[in-house]
């Protein structure tokens, strides 16, 4: 088995790519060793000593980082994971389908739905391929007095560079569509 490793816009994250796919649908993202126990693969990251967050995607593992450095590492958070996969374990426990999705309600007004729907369009079919490019992942969360209520998730939590995708790439292209959007925000 031969996983590959792509950095990312954030320093603190690395995607890794195991050539299988991780999440069959939605994400899950992991942002405590309490919360991994959903997971055996991403309890069995957290267990290396350094890490701060780990994410799904459909094909990648994105995992975070407080203090090493990457060479030191990698080479654990690989092995880690070429173990889990050719061990046949699944990814996700079998009771665990809390961590797949948000529990967050969405909010917006019932008079909001054509925009709303509009937006979610747009952040599935031109937002959410780019940032899994970058293992990570945006959603919908809200849309209230023409501020649009995103959450970011895996390399996106905590990029440097997250601001500006948000305000000059997606408040944007929201704003070009869909003329009652007038701002973008992260939650």
Same mark, same amino acid.
């Given at each position: 088995?031969?996983?590959?490793?792509?950095?990312?816009?954030?320093?603190?994250?690395?995607?890794?790519?195991?050539?299988?796919?991780?999440?069959?649908?939605?994400?899950?993202?992991?942002?405590?060793?309490?919360?991994?126990?959903?997971?055996?693969?991403?309890?069995?990251?957290?267990?290396?000593?350094?890490?701060?967050?780990? %994410?799904?995607?459909?094909?990648?593992?994105?995992?975070?980082?407080?203090?090493?450095?990457?060479?030191?590492?990698?080479?654990?958070?690989?092995?880690?994971?070429?173990?889990? !996969?050719?061990?046949?374990?699944?990814?996700?426990?079998?009771?665990?389908?809390?961590?797949?999705?948000?529990?967050?309600?969405? %909010?917006?007004?019932?008079?909001?739905?054509?925009?709303?729907?509009?937006?979610?369009?747009?952040?599935?079919?031109?937002?959410?391929?780019?940032?899994?490019?970058?293992?990570?992942?945006?959603?919908?969360?809200? !849309?209230?007095?023409?501020?649009?209520?995103?959450?970011?998730?895996?390399?996106?939590?905590?990029?440097?560079?997250?601001?500006?995708?948000?305000?000059?790439?997606?408040?944007?292209?929201?704003?070009? !569509?869909?003329?009652?959007?007038?701002?973008?925000?992260?939650?």
């Amino acid at each position: 088995m031969f996983i590959q490793t792509e950095a990312t816009p954030n320093p603190a994250t690395l995607k890794f790519l195991p050539g299988k796919v991780v999440m069959e649908t939605g994400t899950a993202e992991f942002r405590d060793a309490g919360s991994a126990s959903a997971s055996p693969l991403a309890a069995r990251i957290f267990a290396i000593p350094g890490v701060t967050g780990v %994410f799904f995607g459909y094909d990648f593992v994105t995992v975070s980082k407080d203090g090493p450095e990457w060479h030191h590492l990698k080479p654990a958070i690989l092995g880690t994971i070429m173990e889990h !996969f050719m061990s046949g374990a699944p990814v996700m426990g079998t009771a665990s389908t809390s961590a797949q999705t948000d529990t967050d309600e969405e %909010f917006f007004d019932a008079g909001d739905e054509t925009i709303v729907a509009t937006i979610k369009e747009l952040l599935e079919t031109r937002v959410r391929p780019a940032v899994a490019q970058d293992g990570g992942d945006i959603t919908f969360r809200g !849309f209230k007095d023409g501020k649009v209520f995103l959450n970011m998730k895996g390399s996106c939590a905590g990029c440097p560079s997250s601001t500006a995708t948000l305000k000059h790439g997606v408040q944007n292209l929201l704003r070009h !569509f869909v003329p009652e959007v007038q701002e973008v925000e992260a939650v």
